[in-house]
């Protein structure tokens, strides 16, 4: 079988790819290894960043490419690729509308709170700001556009020549069938090396203790590949963290609660970190506490705003979440110490009050003291994804330690490096999905383009 544009991965990057790719005119291959395109993307909360989309201008938020990837970059301490950021938020906005308007993928404005980091409210999710409707309004496009995802066929080799010109790749059946496919561009959407133990304790050992809580189906396999053809890697070390999976339920529990005013203490009492640097971070900081957990408090005001999020009503209706109605009540939910816990609250009633900073450097200031009822859920750090791999240029072409490009194998989404520098702190929320979306709709046009000429 001849294709034009092969896809590996059919997750929010593989399907944006074949979307777009398709959309230029060349007949497009998306291969899963699953039997159901899910990925990473559908275990999301689906969120999107952009900046300057007509949403953000009915809503009267003024933003800016600039401004976004400024955002970005001083996340990571402007340690990680600026020209590449830049070009990624200037085509921000082209994407959500790409989305909304020709996939016709349902997406609103999150406009209840700014997450931290952001300098403008500029994230767009589906109606339940879940990644399952992404994936399920993306998979319908792929269907009226006629793209064809084979599904149930993991990628085991590619094919290329003494240039490094891929020319094709193996795929291996269920059954253990073997079947092969010529194409003329390839591109890499099977994210990164998180659901492969080895490649994280190897690139990241201080997650390697943490939950992972990622697409177990994502093995390393494009740096591998890139790796064998001679690109380079980079930010290897880069991942994208979780302070708050609820712990035994396997339920993320986001960070609105916390950025609201909402606080994390150990089984102590006692607060341990500045919760609102990053959810990514906060990682690492919870699996330094006794027994790798902590307890993310809140009251009923941020309770009733985490209700907006489809996997925090999960958390509800499983029993994750704690409640008492006075401060007796709670530790006997939770059994933290009533003494410690009560000073924290006083504390950080005190900080919101008087606005000032405490010793972590969090500044409460325009937050609501928290008052009874109380909230509780325990939690651990997790690892969603890594951030680190295939060195690209600003179309996704995959390119070698001298800067020069492969002729024809493209990356994005977390199969790419991204844009987050070398760290967990460095994650500021929605790098993931803007790195999948955009790229993932970049290199299907560039791939496109290349293929066509080929072919003519
Ligand atoms: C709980 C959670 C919440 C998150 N929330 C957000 C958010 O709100 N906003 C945000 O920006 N990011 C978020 N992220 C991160 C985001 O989900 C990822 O960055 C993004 O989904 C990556 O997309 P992808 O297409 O690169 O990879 P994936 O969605 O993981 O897709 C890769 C696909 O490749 C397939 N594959 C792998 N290897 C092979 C092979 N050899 N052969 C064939 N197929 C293969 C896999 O099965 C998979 O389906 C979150 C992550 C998690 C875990």
């Known amino acids: 079988m001849d294709i034009e544009v092969a896809i590996i991965g059919a997750g929010a990057c593989g399907l944006c790819a074949g979307l777009a790719a398709s959309q230029e005119g060349a007949e497009v291959l998306i291969v899963e290894r699953d039997s159901t395109p899910l990925g990473t993307t559908a275990m999301s909360t689906g969120l999107i960043p952009a900046a300057g989309t007509s949403f953000q201008k009915s809503a009267g938020i003024e933003d800016d490419a600039a401004q976004f990837s400024n955002d970005i970059c001083a996340k990571t301490g402007f340690r990680n690729d600026e020209s590449i950021t830049m070009a990624l938020a200037r085509e921000s906005a082209v994407t959500i509308e790409w989305l909304a308007e ?27 700001r879940t990644g399952a409707e992404l994936m399920g309004s993306l998979c319908n496009a792929a269907e009226r556009a006629g793209v064809q995802i084979l599904t149930s066929a993991t990628v085991t080799h ?44 190897r690139y990241i050992p201080e997650i390697g203790k943490g939950e992972f809580f990622g ?132 504390e950080v009633t005190y900080l919101a009050e008087s606005h000032s900073t405490d010793n972590f450097g969090r500044s409460f200031k325009g937050k609501k003291a928290l008052r009874a009822p109380y909230y509780a859920v325990k939690v651990t750090g997790a690892l969603f994804h890594t951030q680190g791999g295939l060195e690209v240029d600003k179309t996704g072409r995959v390119l070698r330690p001298d800067g020069s490009a492969l002729p024809n194998l493209y990356a994005g989404g977390g199969a790419a490096r991204g844009i987050s520098g070398p760290d967990a702190s460095g994650y500021l929320a929605g790098n993931g999905l803007l790195t999948a979306t955009t790229f993932g709709r970049l290199s299907g046009i560039a791939a496109a383009k290349s293929a066509l000429e080929t072919s003519s």
């Open 158 to 201: 590619l094919f290329a020549d003494e240039d490094q010109r891929v020319h094709g790749i193996r795929c291996e059946r269920p059954d253990g069938s073997l079947e092969d496919l010529a194409c003329a561009s390839l591109i890499l959407a099977c994210c990164g090396f998180a659901g492969n133990a080895e490649m994280v304790h």
């Open 102 to 128: 020709a996939q016709k993928v349902p997406l609103s404005l999150v406009d209840s709170f700014v997450y931290p980091g952001h300098s403008a409210m500029r994230m767009h999710g589906s109606p339940n």
């Open 215 to 346: 697409h177990a189906g994502n093995k390393g396999d494009a740096v591998v590949w890139g790796q064998a053809l001679g690109a380079e890697t980079a930010d290897m070390s880069a991942y994208q963290g979780h302070g708050g999976l609820a712990k035994g339920y396997g339920i993320p529990i986001l960070w609105p609660a916390i950025i609201e005013g909402g606080f994390q203490v150990n089984l102590s009492g006692n607060r341990f970190s500045n919760e609102t640097r990053g959810y990514s971070e906060q990682a690492v900081d919870v699996l330094g506490q006794e027994d790798a957990v902590a307890w993310t408090f809140f009251d009923e005001l941020r309770h009733k705003l985490m209700l907006e999020f489809d996997d925090y009503r999960d958390a509800v209706s499983a029993g994750a979440i704690r409640t008492g109605q006075s401060l007796e009540e709670i530790c006997a939910q939770t059994g933290l110490p009533i003494v410690a816990l009560g000073k924290t609250i006083s």
